[in-house]
């Protein structure tokens, strides 16, 4: 892992408070401009913290209990710069992270973890090689496996997350403190890593930098957990078949656009997996053969398009339930019914790199 000691000057720090929308919904809502100043709301589920410098960029997420709340309401909001800066100063360590690989400090424990994002940023996690943290004071003993499993303490967990942004090519540091399950019951480091990336995945900036919407939370290690798991399995999927007509993107009012490819797009409404911070179904899509790599070009606004169609005929609240009950593995079959109709009524579609329009 590459190593820098010089630590630059911060280009921008920001704050946010994970609090309740006039809908009921918890969102970041970013309160930056109130650092210095009384905390503006009562009710908070996590706060968390930005920093950008030239290499790393770190985010301090606490999950709040009723005392931090107390606390953080009692006194003008203050930046932790203190973890921040210990974020970056570790951070140093890991700055030729590649994009499919995650770092996870826990406990005099470092855990290397593979991530994939799929074509809807969803990622998955994947253990690869656990070993003990440089200058732990208790040392293993080198011919015992290090365990991943563990029992949830009854207070909160300290957890530091490394990856790599694949928008800015910098390392992504997370601090986080806070509870992640019950006092007691047995969890997996690589779950509980999975859970922490969930939380800060509502989070609009990381999920920008880190190209995560969201992470499947793989089953826990007891029985209950992983027959929990297979239940929330969707029998089929919703999908539809959209013919589509990629063409040139004008470059004068009189130019004629040229016809370039033709073919069509599987789009396929993810069942199992959703952020409700982003208001939005997560879509995967499946160009056919004749489209060949064009169809990367076209993606953004294809994409733009399913969504709003989809909104329109579903409903932005509706959409908003949806995607918790498909966290909560609770979505009806009145509601995948609807989506299926709503996926009926995307019209073929003529698309420019950043136009589109029903086909005619």
Known sequence: MATKTATAKSTKTAYFARVPDPSGTWSFFNLTEHIGKAMPFTKIQATCAMQVKDDVIAFSLLHCTKAVVATLVAKPIELPRGPLERLDRRAMKYLDLRDDELIVEFDNTVYHLSISRDDAGIAKLELVSIEAKEGAEAQPDPSEALPETF??????????????????????????????????????????????????????????????????????????????????????????????????????????????????????????????????????????????????????????????????????????????????????????????????TIKPLDMTTSQVRPHE
């Open 151 to 344: 029992e949830l303490p009854k207070g909160a967990i300290h957890m530091d997350l490394y990856l790599r942004s694949p928008k800015v090519a910098r390392t992504i540091a997370v601090g986080f403190i806070g509870h992640v399950g019950r006092p007691g019951d047995p969890d997996t480091v690589s779950r509980c890593a999975a859970k922490v990336l969930n939380s800060i995945s509502q989070l609009f900036e990381f999920r920008m930098l880190s190209s995560i919407e969201t992470i499947v939370v793989p089953a826990g290690p007891s029985k209950w957990s992983q027959q929990a798991a297979a239940l929330r399995k969707v029998e089929k999927d919703a999908a539809v078949e959209v013919p589509v007509w990629l063409f040139s993107a004008p470059v004068s009012a009189t130019d004629v656009p040229e016809l370039l490819a033709a073919g069509s797009v599987v789009v396929t409404v993810d069942l199992e997996n959703a952020n409700p911070a982003t208001g939005r179904l997560l879509c995967h899509y499946t160009p056919s053969a004749s489209l060949g790599d064009l169809f990367e070009g076209y993606r953004t606004v294809f994409e733009a398009r399913i969504t709003s169609d989809l909104q329109v005929a579903i409903g932005t609240e509706d959409i908003a339930t949806m995607t918790f009950d498909i966290v909560l593995g609770v979505i009806e079959p009145g509601a995948i019914e609807r989506i299926e109709d709503a996926l009926k």
